[in-house]
């Protein structure tokens, strides 16, 4: 009894894809790591200098940061917030009921059952 085999060919863009992420993941993995490394030795070297004489200009270091920090926020979190809301205006609204044609005045008399005696109808059955 012979077998029948069938073969599938992968499609050029698939490789394609393939040779690309594997590139991609090299690249970035070599780049990534290099960056990571100079930050890391940076790093270290910044927190050596700050913890000599048992952290002694850690604490100076750490509010000057913060201070740093809520003068970016006060400064910047206006421009922000402008830009925000000026984007915002750029679109145009709708109002909310633009289609709506129920009136308060009708609804009340509906719901209170005196439809009748406004409209002339047959009573309601929605009573409160």
């Given at each position: 009894?012979?077998?029948?085999?069938?073969e599938f060919?992968?499609p050029?863009?698939?490789?394609t894809?393939?040779e690309f992420t594997?590139f991609?993941?090299?690249?970035?993995?070599l780049?990534?790591?290099?960056?990571?490394t100079?930050?890391?030795g940076?790093?270290?070297?910044f927190v050596d200098i700050?913890y000599?004489k048992?952290?002694?200009y850690?604490?100076?270091?750490l509010?000057?940061g913060?201070?740093?920090l809520?003068?970016?926020v006060v400064?910047v979190?206006?421009i922000?917030?402008?830009s925000a809301?000026?984007?915002?205006?750029?679109?145009?609204?709708?109002?909310?009921l633009?289609?709506a044609?129920?009136?308060?005045p009708?609804?009340?008399?509906?719901a209170s059952g005196?439809?009748?005696s406004?409209y002339?109808g047959e009573?309601?059955?929605?009573?409160?």
């Amino acid at each position: 009894m012979s077998r029948i085999t069938i073969e599938f060919k992968t499609p050029a863009v698939f490789k394609t894809i393939a040779e690309f992420t594997r590139f991609l993941r090299y690249y970035l993995k070599l780049r990534g790591y290099s960056w990571f490394t100079r930050f890391e030795g940076f790093k270290n070297f910044f927190v050596d200098i700050l913890y000599k004489k048992r952290g002694r200009y850690a604490r100076p270091f750490l509010h000057l940061g913060m201070v740093g920090l809520i003068t970016m926020v006060v400064t910047v979190g206006p421009i922000a917030l402008d830009s925000a809301d000026a984007d915002e205006q750029k679109q145009p609204s709708a109002p909310v009921l633009s289609t709506a044609t129920a009136y308060a005045p009708d609804f009340l008399y509906l719901a209170s059952g005196r439809s009748t005696s406004v409209y002339g109808g047959e009573k309601s059955s929605l009573t409160l």
